[in-house]
């Protein structure tokens, strides 16, 4: 089956980083683009940033452009978000997300939140 598995939330200050993994299984994973989602407390759930599946090609929400970078290792498979100067508005649980057969599949989440 497919399987998303979120890790490397945490707490940190404003200004700090972290580094979200996902690792993914189930299914071809070369053949997919992996998105990451966020949904903070009250609020609907919203894309934060995707990768392509062959040219490698990358989109980011704007409100985070700039400050994170989306990259994936095929060989792992794992696809990563790189999350630099934080800030209290990033707080939230982060998602990943394949769509596999017109299926959207995600994971459990990891919380990521910034202190101000």
């Given amino acids: ?9 945490g707490v940190v ?3 700090g980083s972290l580094r979200l993994s996902c690792a993914a299984s189930g299914f ?6 992996i998105g990451w989602f966020r949904q903070a407390p ?3 759930r919203e894309g934060v940033s995707c990768i392509s599946s062959s040219d490698g090609s990358t989109l980011y929400a704007d409100t985070v452009k700039g ?4 990259s994936r ?8 978000l790189q999350m630099n100067s934080l800030k209290p508005e990033d707080t939230a649980v982060y998602y990943c997300n394949v769509r596999v057969n017109l299926h959207n599949y995600w ?6 939140t910034v202190s101000s």
């Fill in 13 to 15: 200050q404003a200004g």
């Fill in 28 to 33: 071809t994973f070369d053949d997919y683009a």
């Fill in 73 to 80: 290792d095929n060989a792992k498979p794992t696809v990563y």
């Fill in 67 to 70: 400050r994170f970078t989306i």
């Fill in 1 to 9: 089956e497919v399987q998303l598995v979120e890790s490397g939330g």
């Fill in 107 to 112: 994971g459990q989440g990891t919380q990521v």
């Fill in 42 to 44: 009250g609020k609907e």
